[in-house]
């Protein structure tokens, strides 16, 4: 199924929700789109708004009128003359863009540095991308969160999770919860760390990243913030997925992720991994958070139980990305928590993680205005799709070339780890009888012969780099080598 089977099965189902909400005879935005380029082209030398609005009587409210207009100019159907005051439209005599089917949905061409959108999601661009003394100022509305109900209400059509999950399995569903994160860790620790970043205005390239983080070596001439940025998300993902306990919807795990990602990086150090406690403002939107500290705590926790809730792992995920901002929980911070939040229900699955690699940043903050001020996910439900998509054809394909998990040794981790570790810190010299001795009780008996004889494997392939698996200090390493050797 392509990209654009995916925004028509997302439009389609935006359209029947709106009717059957309205009780109202099916009519698409393109019918809207072209019924109004139709009325501005009776006017050759142009039309004003206050005209066309007489001329619709109360077929479309003003503010949807205003971004209908805008839309067409945006598709260059129509062209506005004069500033925004005095504005009066024409029809193009040549527009660049024609729908040649009204009755099929289609996704409308993006502009610079964006990605391709579905009617609805285009809708919610041309307004939040209107300045914003045209946008209506607006506060936390507690009925958009009270409006969903888990695993009844969906941001994401039936149709398009199945194909999202077609997308993200891999050949290790069925290991433990986080081997696929684990699998791809080295790349995924990079692209993550690097691409959510940047989604904040970090100037890192990719490769200034992975220098970082595989070497430590900061890139010259980078600010400080910058650097700090890049190194807490690679402690926070390492935190998710070197430990699946901690890959888990709820409140500790969300304060967790905001100690590690906000390091360094708040004004006041102690709003670090802590819910906020003063008013905040969002640069470039009309959107007022919440501001009571008490309430804030408690809609947080509602948030996280409704999202703990959500079966699907794909609905979870976005639920997480659209509601977590919306909140405004953390003084700072609050997006990059909720993309990090967002691949929990992946690493649990053993689902392709999310790394939001190639999102262009004017996509992202767009849809996000989106959410703040429309209370709409059209738009953001279009970039998580796309996103999601290029994550696929990043990670599975590379999974699928590495060797296949051992599964035996996979259920047998910690115990293997407690009898390598035991030997070295004891002196003894790996021997059939040393291991056996001390095989736990977690291990059945007879599995005791295969469990033998990886744990000799390992032995036979430890050296003071890997030794710390195993929770073994080089040092110590090197005084059991010592001691075979003598």
């Known amino acids: 199924m392509s990209y654009k089977t995916v925004c028509d099965i997302i439009l ?20 809207e789109l072209d ?31 205003q971004r209908r207009l805008a839309l067409l100019v945006e598709q260059q159907r129509i062209e506005m003359l004069g500033d925004r005051r005095t504005a009066r439209y024409r029809r193009r005599a040549a527009p660049a863009v024609r729908i040649e089917k ?44 009270e409006q969903y109900h888990p695993n009844h209400t969906v941001y994401l059509p039936p149709a398009l999770r199945e194909q999202l999950h077609a997308m993200g399995r891999s050949p290790a569903e069925q290991t433990p919860a ?50 700090q940025m890049i190194l807490n998300h690679k402690q926070a993902i390492e935190y998710l997925v070197l430990s699946p306990d901690n890959a888990r919807v709820q409140t500790d795990t969300l304060i967790a992720l905001h100690a590690f990602l906000s390091d360094g990086l708040m004004a006041d150090p102690t709003a670090v991994g802590r819910v906020r406690r003063r008013a905040v403002e969002i640069g470039g939107s009309v959107y007022r958070p919440l501001a009571l500290p008490q309430r804030l705590e408690e809609l947080l926790g509602i948030v996280v139980q409704m999202a703990a809730e959500i079966a699907d792992p794909f609905e979870q995920a976005f639920f997480l990305m659209v509601h977590l901002p919306y909140l405004q929980p953390f003084e700072d911070v609050n997006k990059r928590v909720s993309r990090l939040a967002a691949n929990i229900p992946f690493i649990r699955h053993n689902l392709c993680p999310l790394s939001f690699i190639d999102v262009p940043q004017p996509a992202y903050v767009n849809a996000m ?107 110590v390493f090197s005084a059991w080598q010592l001691r075979q050797a003598g």
């Not at 990243?209 to 900061?218: D, K, N, Y």
């Open 12 to 31: 389609s189902q935006t359209l029947r929700d709106h009717n059957e909400a309205h009780d109202m005879p099916p009519i698409t935005p393109t019918q």
């Open 35 to 65: 019924r109004l380029v139709e009325l501005v082209g009776t006017e050759p030398d142009g039309v004003g708004i206050e005209a066309i609005v007489q001329q619709l009587g109360n077929a479309l409210h003003r503010r949807t009128l």
């Open 102 to 145: 009204p009755e099929t949905p289609s996704r409308t061409a993006p502009p610079p540095d964006d990605l391709p959108v579905s009617a609805a999601g285009a809708d919610v661009r041309a307004y939040v991308t209107q300045p914003r003394h045209l946008r209506s100022p607006v506060g936390y509305r507690q009925s958009f969160l």
């Open 178 to 227: 986080g081997t696929f994160a684990r699998d791809i860790l080295n790349r995924l620790l990079i692209d993550l760390s690097w691409a959510s970043s940047q989604l904040e205005g970090n100037t890192y390239s990719r490769l200034d990243t992975e220098r970082l983080i595989a070497f430590g070596q900061a890139a010259e001439g980078k600010d400080a913030l910058e650097t």
């Open 369 to 475: 205005l989106g959410v703040y001020e429309l209370n709409r996910v059209e738009l953001l439900r279009d970039v998580f799709v796309w996103a999601y998509e290029r994550s696929c054809q990043q990670y599975v394909a590379i999974q699928q070339t590495l060797v296949p998990p051992d599964i035996f040794r996979l259920r047998h981790r910690q115990a293997l780890a407690e009898v390598i570790a035991a030997i070295v810190r004891q002196g003894e010299a790996a021997t059939e009888q040393a291991v056996k001795g001390k095989i736990p009780a977690s291990v059945p008996p007879d599995e005791h012969a295969h469990f033998t004889t990886l744990v000799l494997a390992e032995f036979a392939a430890l050296h003071a780099g890997n030794a710390v698996r195993f929770g073994i200090r080089p040092l």
